[in-house]
């Protein structure tokens, strides 16, 4: 086995090839069986010219600061490290190798923008331009970036493999530009240049109520090429005022509500493109992957409908489009229409998917694309301007089943976890999970995939323990979080989606104003970078997001601190001594989707719709001082990791107030809380609220109430993902099995059983008679398969541990499972598990990797402490 360390990255994202900014951070994996590190030694070759930074004293290897002068733009940049331990020295690891992109300060290229027509809807121009290069071309890098969603044409071949770019951020604070590498399209002569730029996320539909134009009103895009000839000598071409625009064949393109194609038109008249129409700020390079055609899916199966239509089923809720060869004669129209759904009668519907503010009218969710067929042999419809969330497609024509492709678009995250068990069904839920997250993962982490699209910070924060798991999403987090501060009020609220297309830090909109600032949303600031130090071990993005936390936490202590329930002034002229830390006076959305009540005649009763101003004005405070607390204790541990050691003091005290203000408030000397729900105790429980003395009294109320409820949870959006470990980790572990085998409604099996391929926003998200009431692809819910991997694969990260440099496992046992395997890579290395019983003994097997520690407890408590290497041992069960 090599004695090197592996696996070298940076904290950068890219598409053919890795491209940092200025000063990349460095990360690598130990040698397999090493233990630790006490040193090291790193080779640079940056543009061919060695560098070596040799006998560093440090135990760190993963995001290290970069030990050189900061890069320049374009530098080609392969390095390698040799680490230390005890006085010994490993092999050196393989070079890894990417480049610093073009930097802000050495753009040249102008911006330019289409001469529109006041077409409606808007379609998509083509930006072209032209050089003329010798024929010893060495090396081509194309950079360019939009206002809108665009791509690239070099001599007619698209260049690079990443889609909807240059990606959705708060495009009034950031744009990241893209660098392809596309030497081989280039030619001795005359090169043709063109970009297509469509309305994107910029300006195009955005969110529930489809607004549009939110960062602005024109379109634009920058493009510089930078040509190497094979003597050394180097030429660019960037785009200006020679650059010419001119509508495209593509007639409609709207990201939410689809695109239309005809492939008989005409070219637009071509005109002068115009220069610096718009302003921007300065460019970015992403940490996050691209997004990506990931995975295509055939049709499973295509049927008639009685209006003449067919309906083509990919067995699989997604987002992505649908890659159509055949097109028919040509003039030959053809109509898709993308949807979640299929009504009883065995028809496309979106009708569940209508947005409506209560005493409005609905408003209609569509997603449809349209081709126009030139007959021509060879034309391909992927409507690569739009995306879709969709299992089904009803295309107004028959099709040939084999002509008709979807392709699974959504960022390309590397994926770090497996799971699998002796229980099928649960080895489903994992997939249906797996499948929720990946189609709310384009660009940024997003609540559906259909009906808003929108980066809801309370989602992410529920689920972003679970993606950890699942995949890395390091990169991906830090991205969408700099949207979350960039649209950061100036009073410290944290807004309720990112980026925000309501651009509430800029423009005055009540309604967006009365519902921004909620417990369980904002903390996102807080709880999402905190989940990426602890799996990753990414101090970075606690330092990058430190201000924006505190800021937060300082407006809810100070809300908390002025503003009361009417509830507790009705009760109390003054405030209560303990009132200052209760969170209560403000917004909130509270639990959020707990199962809905049924009236009489079975119909379910919608708590917003039905009495929006009793939901609105209901007393939350539980919720909101419980997230309060556990905010501010966060906080005072990002205190502790950055040095700010009376910041940590402070905020320790004052998260003990906030703790003691809800006990004095919410619990009483019998463990009961006020509100009496499921949820509240499991948030009692899941964030250390509760009294030691009083756990397993809150504990039973909280089983009491899942038995009152015929062995159903009754949790919605925040409490949920808690549940199970809450009832693992009291003493009822058979509880927990319980729910999650559940099959009647409220249960994730009784959503497999409806047909579920992704997790459904509601409960009862499908009715018995196969009608659909919510989003059919809401993945908070399916943080649920976390517990799968701690507790019934049994291995989690070791208290108090960063980066999996210690972990547990210890299996959660359950009669109706015999075996469970999985793996996690984590910053340390891949760590495997498996356990099986059998003829009455438990056998636990698992892989260390270098740099981690493990304990492995059996169910009678014997623990097991071992190092890098593998490790099995049987017991007999008791």
Request: net charge negative.
């Amino acid at each position: 086995m090599s004695q090197s360390p592996y696996d070298l990255q940076i904290d950068s994202g890219g598409d053919q090839f890795v491209v940092s900014g200025p000063g990349p951070r460095l990360s690598w994996k130990l040698p397999r069986e090493w233990s630790g590190q006490d040193g090291y030694d790193l080779q640079f070759r940056v543009d061919g010219v060695e560098k070596t930074v040799e006998n560093v004293v440090s135990a760190r290897h993963l995001f290290l600061e970069w030990p050189l002068p900061p890069l320049r733009s374009r530098q080609r940049v392969a390095w390698r490290v040799r680490t230390h331990s005890g006085g010994r020295s490993s092999e050196w690891s393989p070079w890894h190798e990417f480049e610093s992109g073009l930097l802000d300060g050495d753009w040249s290229a102008r911006w330019i923008s289409p001469q529109e027509d006041d077409t409606q809807p808007r379609p998509a121009y083509v930006l072209a331009g032209r050089v003329e290069l010798r024929g010893d071309i060495a090396e081509a890098r194309l950079y360019s970036t939009a206002l809108g969603v665009y791509e690239v044409f070099a001599n007619g071949t698209r260049a690079g493999t990443a889609e909807l770019t240059p990606g959705w951020t708060s495009y009034g604070d950031t744009l990241y530009a893209q660098a392809m590498d596309v030497t081989a399209l280039m030619r001795d002569g005359v090169n043709d240049l063109e970009i297509l730029l469509s309305d994107g996320w910029y300006r195009g539909s955005v969110g529930t109520w489809r607004k549009r134009d939110a960062w602005g009103t024109t379109t634009a895009a920058r493009l510089q090429l930078h040509v190497r000839y094979a003597d050394g000598t180097e030429t660019a071409a960037v785009t200006g005022e020679d650059w010419t625009s001119r509508r495209s064949a593509i007639l409609a393109a709207d990201l939410m509500n689809g695109q239309t194609t005809d492939f008989t038109a005409e070219p637009g008249t071509t005109r002068p493109a115009l220069a610096d129409a718009v302003t921007a700020p300065p460019i970015s390079w992403s940490p996050a992957p691209p997004v990506r055609r990931v995975e295509q899916l055939p049709a499973r199966s295509v049927t008639r409908h009685g209006d003449g239509a067919y309906i083509v089923d990919f067995g699989q809720n997604a987002s992505g489009w649908i890659t159509l060869t055949d097109l028919g004669p040509a003039g030959t129209r053809t109509v898709i229409d993308h949807g979640e759904h299929l009504d009883p009668a065995g028809d496309l519907t979106t009708t569940h998917l209508d947005s409506q503010k209560p005493g409005e009218a609905a408003i209609p969710f569509v997603q449809r694309d349209e081709v126009v067929s030139s007959g021509k042999p060879g034309d391909v419809f992927e409507p690569r301007h739009t995306v879709h969330g969709f299992r089904y497609a009803r295309i107004s024509r028959a099709v040939d089943p084999a002509r008709v492709t979807m392709q699974v678009v959504h960022t390309d995250l590397r994926p770090t976890a497996t799971f699998a068990c002796s229980d099928d069904d649960l080895n489903r839920l994992h997939e249906v999970a797996r499948w929720s997250f990946r189609g709310n993962a384009v660009d940024i982490p997003t609540d559906c995939p259909t009906r808003e699209r929108l980066g809801w910070t309370g989602d992410y924060q529920i689920f972003a323990p679970t993606a950890a798991r699942l995949y890395d999403v390091d990169g991906f987090s830090r991205k969408w979080l700099r949207s979350v501060r960039d649209d950061q009020l100036g009073d410290g609220r944290v807004v309720n989606s990112s980026p925000d297309a309501n651009r509430l830090k800029t423009h005055d909109d009540p309604m967006a104003n009365a519902i921004t600032g909620s417990a369980g949303w904002g903390d996102a600031i807080v709880h999402v970078p905190w989940v990426l130090y602890e799996t990753y071990g990414d101090q970075g993005a606690l330092t990058e997001n430190w201000p924006a936390m505190r800021r937060w936490v300082g407006w809810a202590l100070a809300t908390a601190r002025t503003a009361r329930h009417p509830s507790r002034v009705e009760r109390s002229a003054d405030p209560l001594p303990h009132e200052e830390f209760i969170w209560d006076g403000s917004f909130h959305w509270g639990e959020w989707t707990e199962p809905k009540q049924r009236a009489a005649d079975g119909s379910l009763v919608d708590p917003v719709m039905s009495d929006p101003i009793a939901w609105y004005t209901a007393d939350k405070g539980e919720v909101g001082t419980a997230f309060l607390y556990r905010s501010v204790r966060t906080l005072a541990a990002v205190a502790d990791v950055l040095g700010h050691a009376d910041d940590a003091a402070r905020y320790r005290e004052t998260a003990e107030k906030v703790r003691r203000a809800w006990q004095s408030e919410f619990l009483d000397a019998e463990g009961r809380t006020k509100s009496g729900t499921q949820a509240g105790y499991v948030r009692a429980l899941a964030f250390d609220l509760v009294p030691e003395d009083l756990r397993d009294k809150v504990a039973w109320h909280l089983v009491a109430l899942i038995e009152e409820a015929g062995g159903h949870l009754t949790t919605g959006f925040l409490s949920t993902a808690d549940l199970l470990p809450v009832l693992a980790d009291t003493g009822h572990p058979g509880v927990a099995y319980r729910l999650l085998h559940q099959r009647t409604s409220p249960s994730w099996l009784g959503m497999l059983d409806r047909g579920a391929t992704t997790i459904w926003e509601d409960w009862d998200g499908v009715s018995e008679d196969g009608t659909a009431t919510a989003s059919l692809n809401h993945y908070s819910k399916g943080a649920v398969i976390r517990f799968l991997h701690t507790h019934t694969l049994g291995l989690r990260q070791a208290a108090g541990s960063v980066a999996w440099e210690s972990f547990l496992v210890a299996p959660v046992l359950n009669d109706a499972i015999t075996w469970a395997e999985g793996t996690f890579d984590s910053p340390q290395g891949r760590i495997a598990v498996a356990w099986r019983i059998q003829d009455d003994h438990l056998t636990i097997s698992v892989d260390v990797p270098g740099g981690s520690q493990a304990q492995v407890r059996f169910p009678d408590g014997t623990t097991f402490h071992t190092g890098p290497g593998r490790f099995s041992r049987r017991q007999p069960l008791s």
